[in-house]
């Protein structure tokens, strides 16, 4: 089997990277991480995939200023230059433009911290809890051109419990996450032409 070639875009901790640099590594995984890409210079990921031996490259926004074309042409030189295949987005906070979206369609996934179409955006667990939520979540879904609106490819749920804090519930969804997405990038890569 080939192992399809794995980009992974952050912008923190990368967490989610690291789960999937790990899962890449086994022999039956139809993918492999081998590159990571921020937008932050000094995102706490970049070392972590640097440790794993996975090629870094920071791409600061702020360097293009008001240039998203031109910030997002970068991203793409470099997934190139990488022989990428397919992109996971991982923890990227920022809103990618129809060109790069449209670039990769079919070819780039992301995670989110919730149970899709249910809390699009920021603050997830806080309106999770204050909505009064039994259950809580995460979602893998394909990228498109609306902010986390892609087709939902994945989902796992995870208990409220009556004393969580948005920080708790983070971490019990977190957990989720990293089983969730290996599962789903290596099914997706299954599927590729
Ligand atoms: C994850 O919880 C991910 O779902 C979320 O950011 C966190 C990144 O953590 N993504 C979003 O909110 C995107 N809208 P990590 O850097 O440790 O993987």
């Not at 990428?84 to 906070?93: D, K, N, Q, S």
């Not at 996934?109 to 979540?137: F, K, M, Q, V, W």
């Amino acid at each position: 089997m080939r192992k399809r070639r794995v980009a992974v875009l952050i912008s923190g901790a990368g967490s989610n990277m690291a789960a999937l640099i790990d899962a890449g590594l086994a022999p039956d995984t139809a993918f492999e991480v081998v590159l990571a890409v921020s937008n932050i210079a000094n995102a706490g990921g970049l070392a972590v995939a640097e440790a794993k031996g996975v090629a870094v490259q920071t791409i600061p926004h702020a360097a293009f200023g008001r240039d998203r074309a031109a910030h997002e042409r970068a991203i793409d030189e470099a997934l190139k230059a990488h022989g990428v295949e397919m992109v996971a987005l991982a923890g990227y906070m920022r809103v990618l433009t129809p060109w790069l979206v449209g670039g990769w369609r079919g070819r780039m996934i992301n995670i989110h911290p919730s149970l899709l179409p249910l809390y699009p955006g920021l603050d997830t667990h806080a309106r999770a809890l204050a909505a009064g939520d039994a259950e809580a979540g995460c979602t893998v879904h394909g990228v498109t051109e609306g902010v986390d609106e892609g087709p939902i490819l994945g989902q796992v749920r995870v208990p409220v419990l009556h004393d969580d804090t948005p920080a708790s519930l983070a971490e019990r969804v977190k957990t989720a996450e990293h089983r969730l997405y290996p599962r789903v990038l290596h099914a997706v890569c299954n599927t590729l032409d």
